[in-house]
């Protein structure tokens, strides 16, 4: 369940060591924690030190609120972020999402490495994430009782990504889009699990994301998401997937996907 009392606490103790408020976060993925160290006169809290803030486990994720500007906007990027396969609930992976907003975040962009379903993507791809498909982990992060201070009991979900940020950002850029689909780890996909997303309508596959748009459509964050294409997803080619493969090819995209991540932060 997702507490207030606990959200509230949590936030009271960043708001104290920051002095001031981030109006974008940035939530990174596998590889990608990159993005933090570009942030200028940064205040690091290790999520250990936070009131209530879940602890991260998996290798190639570290643990740190890093807050500070970026490319010019004030921003708490997540360095390291929580998954199901960890063994955490969902409605524990989602909650610095609700303690961004209530440190006064209204924008939150979202990255992960996910593996390509869409055969006309190719590893080391970034694309935007234009739907995302939750329901086949049976798993959503909201179940419960809802707290109406946070959000409705029944959010809507029509537009999960802001569609004015990503039209901002494609009038500057060519971007493929995809719909990604959540799937709770931590084996990869059968080939037989592949060729049924493929068959659903997903283009991209991975371990995170979903909730945490769950989560920001809740409380009415606006939220745009970044794949990096690590793989192609089990079955597309014949080779095995691997933790290392993926995390080299995201170290590989570090240059493109920082420019793009520029991008999405001057156009709002
Ligand atoms: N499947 C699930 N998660 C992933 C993949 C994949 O192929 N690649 C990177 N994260």
Known sequence: MIDYKKIKEAADYIREKAGFKPKIGLILGSGLGFMADEIENPIVIDYKDIPNFPVSTVFGHEGKLVMGKLFGKDVVAMKGRFHTYEGYEPSIVVFPVYVMKEIGVERLLITNAAGGINKGFEPGDVILIKDIISLLSFRN??????????????????????????????????????????????SYETPAEIRAFDKLGADLVGMSTAPEVIAANHIGLKVLGLSCVTNMAAGILDVPLSHEDVMRVADKVKGKFAKIVRVALEVV
């Open 141 to 186: 992060p909201l179940r419960g009782p809802n707290d109406e201070r946070l959000g409705p009991r029944f959010p809507d979900m029509s537009h999960p990504f802001d569609r004015e940020w990503m039209n901002k950002l494609k009038e500057k850029m060519n971007l493929k889009e995809g719909t990604y689909i959540w799937t709770l780890g931590p």
